[in-house]
């Protein structure tokens, strides 16, 4: 006779999963106290470097057109230092492996560190919602349950915390992107693969919300980029849903060869994405964008380290040939501060496939943007570094990814998403869209030529 599994038994097994509870009272009292809102810490550091947060940019920038192009509020700031190629040994503490591999490979690549200023800010509301994510949010598995609103885990306890943080950020609710993206040649050549404008939206982040209507759908990031070039793309179309429960995740392309709305089979890990003609793959979008269930998270911890922040120098240049470099951005349009990040590594798990067996990142404490992220390939080489730069946008109020991208280590070639120089409008935040806007219709409709 078979043994014969009881609800009892079901349940016990059910029990053993992992599940990660939210933090005790006491410590999510430290997001009032020693702690910023959104979870980062709130003084500074010991030799001064690093200041004390004291509510982040939320004032006007002179410059800002309401709707149109950034202003930059550190404009007349000069760099304290440049890290090069001859000094990058005295640094080397406060270094990626990627910008090492960077400052080694390319002479003309060097850091411009600037004064760091924790421009990190949201809305009140979003700093009540963060305060009841941390008692009420935890992980069943690998999906996030109970959180809306604000960062899940602003006290994190594993790698897969902070990683769900940064894809919960707080970014808007509403906006637009206008942008130009180019695929870098191992001879320096910047081609263009796309030039479109998109619509985003965050159910997560609709202020009228409750976690029990978010519950309903679990869709918390609506994307749709139409393009309008190069001239054998235009009119070409994506639109995506990405879900809590990133099995669910689900991507639509207009082919206007076909004249057809192909639903994508496998919008996530290391497939190539549509929306960057295939050069970068769905879980590189802004350093970091995929299914967390490819990977064992390890937490490292926090550190301080140089990285890309408060980039607005880079919206001033008019052009995109500006502020193009080889394999990366021109290094005299990108501003580095020193901040404290969280590091964070992911191994493949048993059982899954991934071109980028090992990567590591670099999420930023006050914000939870990853930044900086390295992928190391089968071989145990290191392959590619990805980087994302952020703007502080007090319309918002926030400190935000804008472009982002990555530098093949090994073949010399990159790629650069999201530049918005050489449009009239730099992430102008909208009203709420209808969600029809986001679906393969809506998108058959807009996309045909």
């Known amino acids: 006779m078979k043994p014969r599994l ?8 059910l029990a053993a999963l992992p599940a990660f509870a939210g933090v005790t009272p006491e410590e999510a009292a430290k997001l009032k106290a020693e702690l910023t809102p959104l979870g980062g810490e709130k003084a500074g550091n010991k030799d001064g470097s690093i200041p004390a947060w004291t509510g982040g940019h939320t004032t006007a920038i002179a410059g800002d057109k309401a709707g149109g ?9 000069k760099p304290l230092y440049v890290v090069n190629a001859k000094n990058a040994e005295q640094y080397a503490a406060v270094l990626t492996d990627g910008t090492k591999a960077l400052l080694k490979k390319y002479p003309e690549f060097r850091l411009d560190v600037y004064p760091t200023h924790r421009t990190a800010a949201a809305p009140a509301w979003v700093y009540d919602n963060t305060f009841k994510n941390a008692t009420r949010a935890k992980l069943n598995g690998d999906i996030p349950a109970g959180a809306y609103g604000g960062i899940p885990f602003p006290l994190p306890k594993t790698g897969a915390e902070v990683m769900w943080n940064h894809m919960l950020r707080w970014r808007g609710t509403s906006w637009q992107f206008h942008v130009n993206q180019y695929q870098l040649t191992a001879d320096g050549k910047a081609v263009l693969t796309t030039s479109g404008i998109g619509d985003q939206q965050m159910p997560y982040y609709l202020q009228d919300g409750t976690p029990e209507q978010f519950a309903k759908s679990n869709e918390f990031w609506l994307l749709r980029l139409i393009n309008s070039g190069p001239p054998i793309r235009a009119g070409e179309a994506i639109v995506g849903r990405t879900n809590i429960d990133t099995s669910k995740d689900q991507a639509w392309v207009y082919l206007t060869g076909q004249r057809r709305v192909r639903k994508l089979p ?3 890990c290391d497939t190539p994405t549509p929306s960057t003609a295939g050069v970068m793959s769905f879980d590189e979008i802004e350093t970091w964008n995929g299914r967390t269930d490819r990977f064992d998270w390890k937490l490292i911890g926090k550190q301080e380290m140089l990285i890309p922040y408060n980039g607005n120098k880079l919206l001033q240049p008019k052009t995109d040939a500006e502020v193009m470099g080889k394999a990366y951005l021109n290094p005299d349009h990108v501003r580095w501060e020193r901040h404290r990040v969280w590091v964070v590594e992911a191994t493949l798990r048993a059982g899954q496939r991934h071109q980028a067996p090992k990567s590591r990142y670099y999420c930023d404490e006050d914000t939870w943007n990853c930044v900086l992220g390295d992928r190391w390939d089968a071989n145990g080489q290191l392959w590619k570094t990805l980087w994302s730069q952020t703007f502080v946008a ?10 982002f991208g990555f530098a093949d280590l090994i073949s010399g070639t990159g790629f650069v998403g999201n530049l918005y120089n050489a449009k009239a409008a ?15 219709d809506a998108m058959a409709g807009e996309g045909a030529r």
């Open 6 to 13: 009881n609800i009892a038994m079901l349940a016990a097994l």
């Open 69 to 77: 192009r950034r202003g930059d509020p550190f404009k007349d700031e």
């Open 266 to 268: 496998n919008p996530c």
């Open 394 to 403: 007090p319309d918002l109020p926030g400190t935000v990814i804008g472009a």
């Open 426 to 440: 730099q992430y102008p935040l909208k009203p709420r869209y209808q969600d029809s806007v986001f679906t393969p």
